[in-house]
């Protein structure tokens, strides 16, 4: 079974900007459901379907599976659940590893988070000083969770 080994953290400052491209992301949800999440996304000009299992800690069961643009973007438009993510996604490397940081906009506009990706629990790595707060356990930092909570519904109750 293929598993997702994810930590992620609020980023802090703009320091990370200066090493980084980004690529606009589109995706929603077609379920969100405790026990899994099926996620549509276009980035790219690519679309991908994903599956994921329950977190335990930073790891989770993942399935995910490229389909073709013109099908991402219908299932977008028609099917995914309210609001949809919209994101830009930068690249930073940091030792031997890449860092991605996501920067929300709509919905989730002023939300900026980084992950980083490991191949088991116990890597170690890196943390660059912009990565600020971990959250890898707060559930209210995942994508499936800002669709049903977006983060600007987070300000407005203080």
């Known amino acids: 079974m293929a598993h997702e080994i994810e930590r992620k953290f609020l980023v802090v400052g703009d320091a990370w900007r200066e090493q980084a491209a980004g690529t606009a992301y589109r995706q929603g949800y077609l379920s969100t459901a405790k026990e899994r999440t099926v996620r549509v996304r276009a980035a790219a000009g690519k679309g991908y379907l994903t599956v994921k299992g329950v977190a ?3 790891k989770r069961p993942e399935f995910e599976y490229e389909i ?8 977008l438009d028609h099917l995914c659940l309210r609001p949809l993510i919209e994101k830009t996604r930068y690249q930073v490397r940091v030792g031997e590893l890449m860092w991605v940081v996501d920067v929300f906009a709509g919905e989730n506009a002023g939300l900026v988070v980084a992950e980083v990706e490991l191949a088991d629990e116990a890597q170690e790595f890196v943390r660059p000083h912009w990565a600020g707060e971990e959250v890898t356990n707060d559930r209210r930092y995942a ?7 977006p983060y600007k519904t987070w300000l407005s109750h203080g």
């Open 143 to 149: 994508n499936a969770n800002l669709v049903a909570h």
């Open 68 to 75: 073709p643009i013109s099908e991402a973007n219908a299932m």
């Open 56 to 58: 335990v800690g930073p």
